[in-house]
């Protein structure tokens, strides 16, 4: 069975930090495009930022030269460090784990996997 599960969100003062982390398990994690998103009430839930094995990470750029994402494949975790974090930021964030080789044709099954979501809170 598949997990994804976020942790490391929080209450934080405007120009702050905080680090989420995104664990999976039951699945080979180097096939996996992991992503962030975030949302709010009454919005859609928007991309923050994504990275598959190998490449560099993409940022929305709402969020670029902020946030950086990063992946441990022998931990199973991606990161999102959040730095000069401001009040806009605050959202729940989910991580999203697609599984590439069903993107690709290259097996069958979910496409992706979500997390439960972790609250951020940027304020004063």
């Known amino acids: 069975q598949v997990q994804v599960v976020e942790s490391g969100g929080g209450l934080v003062q405007p120009g702050g930090s905080l680090k989420l982390s995104c664990t999976t398990s039951?699945?080979?994690?180097?096939?996996?495009?992991v992503a962030w998103y975030r949302q709010t009430p009454g919005k859609q839930r928007e991309m923050v930022a994504s990275i598959a094995s190998g490449t560099n990470p993409n940022y929305a750029r709402s969020v670029e030269g902020g946030f950086t994402l990063s992946r441990d494949n022998a931990k199973n975790t991606v990161y999102l460090q959040m730095n000069s974090l401001k009040p806009e930021d605050t959202a729940v964030y989910y991580c999203?784990?697609?599984?590439?080789?069903?993107?690709?044709?290259?097996?069958?099954?979910?496409?992706?996997?979500w997390g439960r979501g972790t609250q951020v809170t940027v304020s004063a």
């Open positions: 039951g699945i080979i994690f180097s096939i996996l495009r």
């Open positions: 999203n784990a697609e599984d590439l080789s069903v993107v690709h044709g290259l097996s069958s099954g979910p496409r992706d996997y």
